[in-house]
């Protein structure tokens, strides 16, 4: 296929055929990290800024990574640190680093829509979607689709249920379409507060329980509580909430023998799911961040590096 796309800015305007692409690139990369000097030209003499108006540890860091390994130029801006400070706009902002000739600008940001405002305005500029509010999460989607799809060899018919804060969670509206997408089953679980009306729309059920959400499942992935995005108490103590919705080695025993265990991160140890679980036998957590720089290594390579006017089989 042909992948032609200037921007990544969510899943859901992917196709699977783009999906399948990027994951069978980023497979591709992942052989690049584990030589004895992990990095190729590729990316030489092109820029590649970061621009996280929300702290970040992993997304950031990988992408800088990735970036690195790929021999682009990298340099981090954070609102704190920028003139934004001084009152300019995103816009503006996006407008005078545009005026350096930047090739990608990777952004986080806490308005749901803004990379998408970015691509519009900035015609030469690639741009990614580190992260836009409540809104998606693509390139953790699709690593998570990577690590799921290396560890099973497939996704279709799998079952994948996604617990926790659904409301306040971009992972999990990116995560619901993309598995969706690739034919997967989604059921979602966690406190009925924080599971918005007409998620089904997206193409998940929602379980009655967590109990019933792990049941049968080949793939559980548990979403942290996001206080930061919260107006009010969603649920009554970190106890409570680890004794109904949290995965524990109890609760685990419901889902497939050959589960995989995986979250985003950060992790709220006893909240969310008990150390036990996080640090057991069944976890993938730090492969979908080995996972995390492959992907986006693919994702500079397809959009900075003359990919998207080269034929692949
Ligand atoms: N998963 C994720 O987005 O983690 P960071 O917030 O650390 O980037």
Redesign the pocket.
């Known amino acids: 296929m042909q992948f032609e796309r200037k921007d990544i800015l969510d899943i859901e305007s992917l196709s699977a055929e783009e999906i399948s692409f990027i994951l069978d690139t980023a497979d591709r990369m992942k052989e690049i990290s584990k030589r004895p000097v992990k990095k190729v030209p590729t990316l030489r003499g092109k820029t590649v800024v970061l621009f996280f108006y929300e702290?970040?540890?992993?997304?950031?860091t990988s992408f800088e990574i990735a970036a690195k390994r790929l021999s682009a130029d990298t340099l981090s801006i954070s609102s704190g640190s920028s003139s934004m400070v001084k009152g300019e706009t995103l816009v503006d902002t996006a407008r005078n680093l545009e005026a350096m000739n930047p090739d990608v600008i990777i952004i986080r940001h806490y308005s749901a829509g803004a990379p998408h405002t970015l691509a519009r305005l900035l015609k030469t500029t690639s741009i990614i979607n580190a992260?836009d509010g409540m809104h998606e999460?693509p390139t953790?989607a699709l690593l998570d689709l990577m690590t799921v799809r290396e560890k099973k060899g497939y996704i279709r018919d799998l079952r994948i249920a996604i617990i926790g804060d659904i409301s306040h969670s971009r992972?999990a509206r990116s995560d619901i379409m993309g598995f969706t997408k690739m034919g997967a089953e989604v059921v979602l679980g966690g406190p009925l507060t924080m599971i918005p009306a007409g998620i089904e729309s997206l193409g998940a059920t929602v379980a009655g329980n967590s109990d019933d959400a792990v049941r049968g499942a080949d793939v559980i992935i548990m979403l942290r509580i996001q206080k930061e995005r919260q107006q009010s108490f969603l649920y009554p103590s970190d106890r409570e909430y680890s004794k109904v919705f949290g995965l524990n080695p109890e609760r685990l025993k419901k889902a497939k023998k050959d589960v995989l265990i995986m979250h985003?991160?950060?992790i709220n140890r006893g909240v969310e799911i008990s150390s036990e679980v996080a640090d057991g036998p069944y976890s993938i957590i730090l492969e979908q961040v080995t996972n995390g720089v492959s992907v986006r290594m693919a994702l500079l390579f397809l959009v900075a590096g003359g990919v998207r006017n080269v034929n692949s089989d």
């Open positions: 702290p970040s540890t992993r997304t950031r992260g999460h953790q992972v985003p991160g950060p």
